[in-house]
Structures are given as structure tokens and as C-alpha cells.
Antibody, heavy 119, light 107 residues
Framework: EVQLVESGGGLVQPGGSLRLSCAAS????????MSWVRQTPGKGLDWVSA????????HYGDSVKGRFTISRDNSKNTLYLQMNSLRAEDTALYYC????????????WGQGTMVTVSS | EILLTQSPATLSLSPGERATLSCRAS??????LAWYQQKPGQAPRLLIY???NRATGIPARFSGSGSGTDFTLTISSLEPEDFALYYC?????????FGGGTKVEIK
């Protein structure tokens, strides 16, 4: 079964750091680009970051550029999101998502991990 | 950044009716547009990619059309399980962006 399982969320103070992980199974992880997408409770979807299959190419949304870093370990089938200088507006449910072969849609999503930034 | 505007925000329809959802881009995205469905407490699900291609396992009652700046998701005859939130996403330029969503609710 193709599966993505996020972990690492929690409560953190403004200015703090957190690292999210996404464990992949059921497919050849190293062959697919991956993304992080977040959703504020009751609000819409916000794409955060993407990484190529090899990890050599990364992209970020404007609101997280310079603060968040996406990475992957293909030997461990795991995607990461290092989040620094966290702000209240980063509070959201964070999903990892797998790209299709043709890079034109996220065909597999995890269940999400909640990040709350509050003092 | 490409902005996507979805309309209407809410669509109130009865089962069996036809649903027409719109997504308009602030600049051309060619056919690099996807549609997702999201139900409460669940992750989004890919419905349509490249503007008009149904994803694996998506029923034929879902169809997508459009190119450039104007796109439409059509549900030909609403089933009870189709009442949900729908989002469009452009995949033409970085950063990727989503529309604000259309809620299809039972009338």
C-alpha cells in the first residue's frame, strides 16, 4: 500500500524551531518529487515547498523562504521540513504529498501533522 | 505569484444535479492545472490533472476543461459523496498556488 506518514508536529513558541518528517512506503521514493502543503484549520491549502527526486532542486513559497528548509534521505525513504523562526501564522496542519510521474498533480497525501506556534 | 480565484465560494445543489465550478488564473497557466477534492477530516484527493485528465480511480462524472486562464470542473450528476470542498492548483510557475476553494453543499 502506498503510504505517507508525517510526524514531528507539536506546540512551539514563536521564534522556535521544529523538524517535520514524512515516512514513505509502498513506492520507489527516490523516483518522485515531493512537496509539503499546509492548511490552517478551517481555511484553504497553502503550498509550502517542493524537492526533486534526487534532492538537488528545491522550491519554496514566499512566506517561508529563508526560514524553512526541505530535504530528503532517499536511503531512509523520508522527507523532512526544517522550520526555523516560526511565527504564529505558521500554525497549520502540514501534509506531505507525492508528485505524479508527470509532475502535474499530488496523487498521494499523508494524514498531516499539526504545528501550533504560540506562547 | 499566480493568483487563482475560485467561484462561487459555495454551491448549494441537490443530489443528481449538475455542478459547475470555476477557477480563474491571474495569468496564463496553459493546461497546468489540477483539481482536488477534500472532505472534512481528510487529506485532499487528486481528481483532475493537466486541466482535463481524470486521476486514477476518479469516476467519469467528474470532468475538467479549460486552458490559459479559465478552467471549469464539472460534476455531471452529484452523488451524496460528492458534497465536499474543491480546490484548483496551478502547476505552471513556482511558487505553486491553490485557489481559495469552492464548497459544494447539499441544498
Amino acid at each position: 500500500e502506498v503510504q505517507l506518514v508525517e510526524s514531528g508536529g507539536g506546540l512551539v513558541q514563536p521564534g522556535g524551531s521544529l523538524r517535520l518528517s514524512c515516512a514513505a512506503s509502498g513506492f520507489t521514493f527516490s523516483s518522485y518529487a515531493m512537496s509539503w502543503v499546509r492548511q490552517t484549520p478551517g481555511k484553504g491549502l497553502d503550498w509550502v515547498s517542493a524537492i526533486s527526486d534526487s534532492g538537488h532542486s528545491t522550491h519554496y513559497g514566499d512566506s517561508v523562504k529563508g526560514r524553512f528548509t526541505i530535504s530528503r534521505d532517499n536511503s531512509k525513504n523520508t522527507l523532512y521540513l526544517q522550520m526555523n523562526s516560526l511565527r504564529a501564522e505558521d500554525t497549520a496542519l502540514y501534509y506531505c504529498a507525492k508528485e505524479q510521474d508527470s509532475y502535474d498533480g499530488f496523487d498521494v497525501w499523508g494524514q498531516g501533522t499539526m504545528v501550533t506556534v504560540s506562547s | 505569484e499566480i493568483l487563482l480565484t475560485q467561484s462561487p465560494a459555495t454551491l448549494s445543489l441537490s443530489p443528481g444535479e449538475r455542478a459547475t465550478l470555476s477557477c480563474r488564473a491571474s495569468q496564463s497557466v496553459s493546461s497546468y492545472l489540477a483539481w482536488y477534492q477534500q472532505k472534512p477530516g481528510q487529506a485532499p484527493r487528486l481528481l483532475i490533472y493537466a486541466a482535463s485528465n481524470r486521476a486514477t480511480g476518479i469516476p467519469a462524472r467528474f470532468s475538467g476543461s479549460g486552458s490559459g486562464t479559465d478552467f471549469t470542473l464539472t460534476i455531471s450528476s452529484l452523488e451524496p459523496e460528492d458534497f465536499a470542498l474543491y480546490y484548483c492548483q496551478q502547476r505552471s510557475n513556482w511558487p505553486l498556488t491553490f485557489g481559495g476553494g469552492t464548497k459544494v453543499e447539499i441544498k
